[in-house]
């Protein structure tokens, strides 16, 4: 009797079905996103044939199309069909979905394997910032004197909004995507995800999104900046079209991806592993995706109504018919506050989990970082207003929102007070990982005492719309959230890939980047306070200086940042082999082999201690095998540059 | 490395089915969290729009209000088919099931004729897109539940639904409850906004049109 006997998992007895499901890979899925939205256009023609909002209606089908036929294509719809006619995928099914003996072709498939899914969102991350990079070059190449004409002033607009959007879109899922997915489900001692076609769904949806985001470029840009605010976007070319659907495709992923971490991390978590002895990166996963599931549909719903504006020629937002662009305004920061803590906690939990193990020191006070972080997911819900401090929406109510803003930045400095009570006095370990601590500690206090500055409403009243705040957003989601990420990076490359991140590109890409990134926007900073606008592309003489002290900085990001991919992609493919627990750490993600197999643990692991038992015992740094990548950074620097 | 016994996600012991259907369950209802968050905000959005009524144009007038008995009809047959769901898990209605999806299929159909009869076009005003937006998302429930509620009954039939699998008949139930509670406040939504529309606005503020709809809740002194 085998365990699907027991189970009953099997329904089917005969031989498996399911031949076509196993010729599907993203090559199908693009053939058959593309012949969707070609039918679809036609079909949008023929339905909107001279009507007034043609453009829009073509190009929503066109998108939606392609979406819908590439998700086809891809097979994301073979396990729903399968489950209303009654044929349960079989064993054999989940064995091919889950990439069983397929090599480097799973990664190209609707593949199931947690593994997978973790390293498709790495390299789409990349992507992802990669692109939004290059067009922040192209910005602060526009931007290096008051009338440079590099850029046209709408292709500029453009440009700044889907800078704004891709880096946020980017920044939200670079660390719950790749590591959340990769790294969670092992160090809380599971198999897999809870929902394992739903993360390949999570992962597929944001592939098909990319090509609808990007033909906002093709269909007349954005104009309107990220925030995507109306009325402009009711007045807006297709490329809002574009910006819409790219929207509601990210937040049906964001919506699976919740749920699925979520429901993982509540109910399989290892045996023993009582929620006292949960790593702090899992309560830093958790927490994001929790405070995404409920923010998201706001947004979602501000994009729906802005759908039936543009395309259906609805009021919502237009003044005249009894719209209000005050409601966008509501909706959209309804999410986009709690957001910026979606992307900023799992980046500073994955730096606390990393600084335990650096400083071979328990965490310092884990209940102040999970109240801190329950603290945080409450407040974050009542801050959204003070972005609208300025707009004229309920001034009676400035006061209060400027409270709660300020509140929040006491759990906040929990987070802190918990990072530097761990790094004190520990036997600190200075490796690139570490560094990126001790440079998120320098960037988020900074980020973090302008965005008092910018609570206060008077304050406000006077920055508000000018470069300040674009420099200090840059401090909070780029010097804490994406230092964050690059931090977990490091230190789980050795697990992701088998092999150890180069250790000295590693660091002249952190000192290029740092170095860059703070004398980008403390310039930016200097401009903002004297008083130039965000979003326009010529300024004023007198902000001269200030501008091309940003642009060279901007240019010392970018090198860096160069240096970083050639470092993981040389690594990838020919670093030095990773010994099974390079960082002699104690979560249980470091204690499976590499390369890992496909069920994670052969036996699953029972917890009887939580994961920081550092300096109870001989310290393991030399248990592991030595590895010559990052031999150099063994020495023992306590208190280095903070 | 043998992980042909180990790779099949539910054959992985020592979980029990109870575990599995516990764990569809918590994943089931996080995503009617979400999807609550997305009925509130349309329903917040409606009501928002309805007491700033923006240059008095909300519902100035001219075109007509959706009429209450429609979605309240609909929403009582969402109800009906639920019970019928959850009579025959209970097991005293051997048909409730198929019953259900049928009753699931007509408030479909109901709401689309509905949204085909509306007095309005969505691009009249404010009010007729948010009566439009909010019959919309009732569609794409209803949808979504005559599809979940097909399946459980095929599955039933070709007796799909064993071990762990049989928790998907109670979570389907568990969403078919949910879009009668979502239905409930999209039509009370619609019944509250359309319980004000016609109403004058503050004394001091200059009427923008005829109302050609006053409504029962607004005082005849005031208008
Ligand atoms: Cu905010």
Redesign the interface.
Request: net charge negative; glycine share 8%; no cysteine.
């Given at each position: 009797m085998t365990t699907a006997d027991i189970y009953k998992t099997d329904p089917s007895p005969v031989a498996p079905h399911g031949g076509i499901m196993r010729r599907l890979n993203v090559g199908t899925g693009i053939i058959a996103g593309i012949v969707l939205a070609v039918v679809a256009n036609v079909l949008a023609k023929k339905l909107a044939d001279g009507h007034t909002h043609e453009p829009d209606v073509r190009a929503v089908f066109t998108m939606f199309g392609w979406a819908v036929g590439f998700l086809l294509g891809m097979g994301a719809f073979t396990g729903p069909f399968r489950w209303l006619v009654g044929r349960d995928l079989t064993h054999a099914d989940e064995l091919f979905l889950a990439g069983k003996d397929q090599g480097v072709g799973r990664y190209f498939r609707f593949t199931t394997d947690h593994k997978v899914v973790g390293i498709q969102y790495l390299v789409l991350v990349m992507v992802m910032l990669g692109a939004g990079g290059s067009m922040a070059m192209l910005i602060r190449t526009d931007l290096i004197s008051p009338n440079s004409g590099f850029l046209g002033p709408q292709t500029y607009n453009s440009l700044v909004g889907l800078h704004g959007l891709t880096m946020i879109l980017a920044t939200i899922i670079m660390v719950t995507g790749p590591f959340g997915n990769f790294v969670v489900p092992l160090m809380i001692g599971a198999r897999d995800m809870a929902f394992p076609r739903l993360n390949a769904l999570s992962f597929w949806l944001l592939v098909a999104m990319l090509p609808i985001l990007y033909s906002a470029a093709f269909l007349g840009g954005i104009p309107m900046g990220w925030v995507g605010y109306t009325p402009i976007a009711d007045q807006g070319p297709p490329g809002v079209d574009a910006y819409m659907m790219a929207i509601l495709v990210f937040a049906v992923s964001t919506a699976v991806a919740g749920m699925n971490i979520t429901t993982t991390i509540v109910t399989m978590r290892a045996r023993g592993m009582t929620w006292t002895r949960t790593p702090i990166f899992v309560y830093g996963v958790l927490a994001s995706v929790v405070l995404a599931l409920p923010a998201f549909p706001f947004f979602m719903a501000a994009e729906l109504l802005l759908f039936v504006d543009r395309v259906m020629g609805g009021g919502f937002y237009v003044p005249n018919r009894g719209g209000q662009p005050w409601l966008y305004q509501n909706l959209f920061w309804l999410m986009g506050h709690p957001e910026v803590y979606v992307i900023l906690i799992p980046a500073v939990t994955a730096l606390m989990e990393l600084t335990a193990v650096f400083a071979r020191k328990p965490l310092f006070s884990f209940r102040i970082a999970v109240l801190s972080i329950i603290a945080i997911v409450g407040l974050s819900a009542t801050v959204w207003a003070h972005h609208m401090f300025a707009s004229g929406w309920a001034p009676d109510l400035n006061g209060p929102f400027m409270l709660t803003t300020e509140m929040i930045s006491i759990p906040t400095g929990g987070l802190f007070l918990v990072i530097l009570g761990t790094i004190w006095r520990g036997r600190i370990w200075t490796a690139f990982p570490m560094m990126c601590t001790y440079a998120m500690l320098w960037n988020f206090i900074i980020g973090g005492i302008t965005g008092i500055y910018l609570s206060d409403v008077p304050l406000d009243y006077q920055l508000h719309g000018s470069m300040f705040v674009t420099a200090h957003f840059h401090y909070t989601l780029m010097g804490a959230g994406l230092t964050g990420a690059m931090g977990a990076l490091g230190y789980w490359f050795p697990k992701m890939t088998g092999r150890m991140l180069g250790n000295t590109p590693a660091f002249v890409s952190f000192w290029l980047v740092q170095i860059g990134f703070n004398v980008t926007f403390l310039g930016m900073f200097m401009v903002g306070l004297q008083g130039q606008p965000r979003r326009v592309v010529h300024y004023d003489a007198s902000f001269h200086t200030g501008n091309t002290i940003s642009t060279l900085g901007a240019y010392c990001i970018g090198i860096g940042m160069l240096v970083l991919l050639y470092d993981v992609i040389s690594s990838w493919r020919h670093g030095d082999l990773a010994p099974m627990n390079p960082w002699g750490a104690k979560t249980l993600e470091w204690t499976v082999p590499n390369p890992i197999p496909l069920e994670n643990f052969a036996v699953l692991p029972v917890v009887t201690e939580d994961a920081y038992g550092y300096g109870e015992e001989p310290v393991p740094e030399s248990e592991p095998e030595p590895v010559p990548a990052s031999a150099g950074a063994e020495a023992d620097v306590p208190g280095a540059p903070a | 490395?043998s992980?042909?016994?180990?790779?099949?996600?539910?054959?992985?012991?020592?979980e029990e089915?109870h575990?599995?259907g516990?764990?569809w369950r918590?994943?089931a209802l996080?995503?009617i969290?979400?999807?609550?968050?997305?009925v509130a905000?349309?329903s917040f959005?409606f009501l928002?729009?309805r007491a700033?009524?923006?240059?008095?144009?909300?519902?100035?007038g001219g075109t007509g209000v959706a009429t209450l008995w429609w979605p309240w009809t609909v929403s009582a047959v969402m109800v009906l088919s639920a019970l019928a769901y959850w009579t025959q898990l209970r097991g005293s209605f051997a048909n409730g099931v198929a019953v259900s999806v049928a009753g699931m299929a007509v408030a479909l159909v109901l709401t689309i004729v509905q949204m085909y009869q509306f007095p309005f076009t969505?691009?009249?005003?404010?009010?007729?897109?948010?009566v439009?937006?909010i019959t919309a998302a009732n569609v794409f429930h209803l949808a979504l539940t005559v599809?979940l509620g097909?399946?459980i009954a095929?599955?039933r039939?070709?007796?799909?639904n064993?071990?762990?699998?049989d928790w998907h008949v109670r979570i389907v139930g568990i969403w078919y409850t949910w879009v009668c509670v979502a239905a409930f406040v999209g039509t009370l939504t619609i019944s509250v906004a359309n319980g004000t529309v016609g109403c004058p606005l503050a004394k001091d503020q200059p009427d923008p049109g005829a109302r050609s709809v006053p409504s029962s809740s607004c005082s005849s002194s005031a208008r």
């Open positions: - | 490395m992980t042909e016994s180990l790779v099949n996600k539910e054959a992985f012991a020592p089915p575990d599995f516990e764990r918590v994943g996080l995503l969290l979400a999807d609550a968050a997305f905000a349309l959005s928002y729009l700033l009524d923006t240059q008095g144009s909300f519902h100035p969505v691009s009249d005003n404010a009010y007729s897109a948010a439009w937006i599809f097909l399946g095929i599955r039939q070709r007796g799909a064993r071990g762990a699998r």
